[in-house]
């Protein structure tokens, strides 16, 4: 590359920061045009290449390129960045989404409430979408489907692996671009996980983060608050106590990074407020139990404290939407009773 070209690409690259930290300063709505070659517009995303999806002042979604011309005719609500196989997501006038090409033309027939961004795979690219009943599902470049439905799945990693949940269940898997798991041993402890990194994926079961191998083996040992993929075979993870430390891939503690004063505070805040869960869980119950829970004068109480706790979710009218923590304890089920025999008076 000549010295000429890149001093171009830097300019352009100092101008692209520029008007990011300028766009990262709007609101939704925002109030303030950001003005690029001599054009206004609402929102202008980061350029991917020479391509980069713009709002116009008018409400108008296009893209342009970097001399701030449109690349094609046609006009969306939203558009989003171009990925792999060199393909955006969109949102038109009627609130649906889809895939485009460079040339702004849809890559398939089928619309959908929400799309995701195309990702590499090593047969191609796919991208998550969620269909007209909340259902995910997984599709490649040419928008067959992969995969799915699923209650929920994320992007895939460069060989495949997403993070889904089951639809009927919620229970938490890594699937490949085919729908198949990606880790062959015991999954149904496993809350959330990752996906995975160089063949060792972070999940959560009810003790805490760990790493697996596709086997489902533990890589190291212990449990962690959170934790980040391994980076040249050491990961920074947040232990159970509160403060941070970087390990290697056996769980050795490598290097003490403390806690800053801030989280420290944060903590010890949250924990002199437990006890309030403890005790509206259990008012909670026993109004249930005598059949108050929705009756005057604790109605605005305990409906207050059930949506704080996740019991359930206000609906319009009286009725409230129960969630599937207040269907657990609705029912006769053994996390019921642990919970009625815990929160006894003489253990709170």
């Known amino acids: 590359m000549s010295v000429g070209n890149l001093l171009a690409r830097r300019r352009a690259f100092a101008y692209d920061q520029r008007l990011l930290w300028r766009i990262r300063g709007l609101s939704s709505t925002p109030t303030e045009l950001v003005t690029y070659r001599g054009q206004r517009y609402q929102e202008i995303l980061s350029f991917h290449g020479d391509v980069a999806a713009v709002r116009c002042a008018e409400g108008q979604a296009f893209h342009i390129n970097r001399e701030g011309l449109p690349i094609y005719q046609e006009r969306y609500d939203r558009t989003f960045g171009f990925y792999a196989k060199q393909l955006a997501a969109v949102k038109d006038h009627e609130a649906k989404w889809f895939h485009i090409d460079m040339g702004g033309k849809a890559v398939y027939r089928e619309r959908y409430e929400w ?31 992969l995969s799915g439905p699923y209650r929920y799945v994320g992007d895939a990693n460069s060989s495949g692996q997403a993070v889904a949940w089951d639809l009927e269940s919620g229970g938490c898997m890594i699937v490949n671009s085919d729908g198949s798991r990606w880790c062959t041993g015991d999954q149904s402890g496993w809350i959330d996980a990752q996906a995975p990194h160089k063949g060792i994926a972070a999940v959560r079961d009810k003790d805490g983060w760990f790493f697996v191998d596709q086997t489902g083996s533990q890589v190291g040992c212990g449990r962690y608050a959170l934790v980040e993929p391994h980076y040249n075979g050491q990961a920074r993870v947040q232990l159970l106590s509160g403060t941070w ?39 909670v119950l026993e109004a249930e139990a005598q059949g108050e829970a929705q009756k005057d004068p604790l109605n605005t109480i305990l409906r207050n404290a059930g949506v704080e706790l996740g019991l359930w979710r206000k609906g319009h009218g009286a009725e409230d939407v129960v969630l599937p923590r207040g269907k657990l304890l609705q029912q006769a089920t053994p996390v019921a009773a642990k919970c009625r025999y815990w929160l006894q008076d003489r253990f709170v």
């Open 245 to 283: 430390a970087v390990i290697d891939e056996t769980g050795r503690v490598l290097v003490d990074l403390g806690e800053a004063d801030l989280s420290a505070e944060v903590a010890l805040d949250a924990m002199s407020k437990k006890y309030w869960e403890s005790f509206a869980l259990k008012a």
């Open 115 to 145: 799309c995701g961004n195309f990702s590499p795979v090593p047969n191609g690219a796919q991208a998550p979408v969620r269909s007209v009943g909340n259902e995910y599902f997984c599709i490649d470049h040419l928008g067959q489907v």
